[in-house]
Nanobody, 124 residues
Framework: QVQLVESGGGLVQAGGSLRLSCAAS????????MGWFRQAPGKEREFVAA????????YYSDSVKGRFTISRDNAKNMVYLQMNSLKPEDTAVYYC?????????????????WGQGTQVTVSS
């Protein structure tokens, strides 16, 4: 049974930093692309960042590029999202997701497995 468990969310002031973690189990982690998505109240789930399963190539939404960094540790079955220079508009529930597609996609519909989410709140 595949499980993705996020942690590291919380309340932070604008300009601050948080590091989200996602622990994966029940899958061969190195064979999966990993992604982070977020969903704010009343809005659709949106792509934040992703990392390719084989090349390690990283992809970011324009809204977080230069502020967020995705990384993975295949030995620990972990994926991380380092978030710096946080803004109030980054407030959302953040989800970790996995898929085995050949190419990284930014569409949430292409991801097969999801975590339960972790809340990030940025105060102004």
């Amino acid at each position: 049974q595949v499980q993705l468990v996020e942690s590291g969310g919380g309340l932070v002031q604008a300009g601050g930093s948080l590091r989200l973690s996602c622990a994966a189990s029940g899958l061969t982690f190195s064979r999966y692309n990993m992604g982070w998505f977020r969903q704010a109240p009343g809005k659709e789930r949106e792509f934040v960042a992703a990392i390719n399963r084989s090349t390690g190539s990283r992809y970011y939404s324009d809204s977080v590029k230069g502020r967020f960094t995705i990384s993975r540790d295949n030995a620990k079955n972990m994926v991380y999202l380092q978030m710096n220079s946080l803004k109030p508009e980054d407030t959302a529930v953040y989800y970790c997701a996995a898929n085995r597609q050949m190419l990284v996609s930014t569409s949430p519909t292409t991801f097969d497995y999801w975590g339960q989410g972790t809340q990030v709140t940025v105060s102004s």
